[in-house]
């Protein structure tokens, strides 16, 4: 015998199994289905990130990202901070210049922060493999009306 309604834990309405979502399957193979419908488990769910927000519990990603990245490199999270918030030490662009943050430059070599490049420069200096000699080489295929 199939199942086709179930009673809500949240709200306590009967309502139609498809209101509910999935939530594995028993050994039996039988599938299981949460105990709220997804209303109350979207409802409950925002009241839960509220609540941790309002306590100070709430999860700043953006900011674990840059600490992280900042750790990785060596440097304080205010010295990342000014450091990304300059700009492109290539091609002078500012940092948010389409949506993008500018990040540092770490030099292969030696490891330090040498300084500040934009996503297009960063990826210009990853398809030269990071190499002068090669940048050199190109300049040189610019000519020297293009490479002073």
Request: hydrophobic share 30%.
């Amino acid at each position: 015998m199939e199942i086709t309604e179930k009673r809500c834990a949240g709200c306590g309405k009967t309502k139609p199994i498809e209101e509910f979502a999935l939530n594995g399957r028993k050994a039996n193979g039988e599938i299981k289905r949460s105990a709220k419908c997804k209303q109350c488990g979207r409802d409950a769910q925002r009241d839960r990130t509220e609540a941790a927000k309002a306590e100070g519990r709430g999860r700043d990603y953006a900011g674990e990202r840059i600490r992280r990245e900042a750790e990785r490199v060596g440097l304080s999270h205010a010295q990342y901070l000014e450091r990304v918030s300059a700009p492109c030490h290539i091609c002078g662009a500012a940092s948010g210049e389409g949506n993008q943050r500018n990040g540092v430059y770490v030099n292969r070599q030696t490891g330090k922060v040498t300084g500040t490049v934009c996503l297009k420069c960063s990826s210009a200096l990853g398809y030269f493999s990071h190499d002068a000699e090669r940048l050199r080489r190109a300049l040189d295929l610019l000519g020297p009306e293009r490479s002073a």
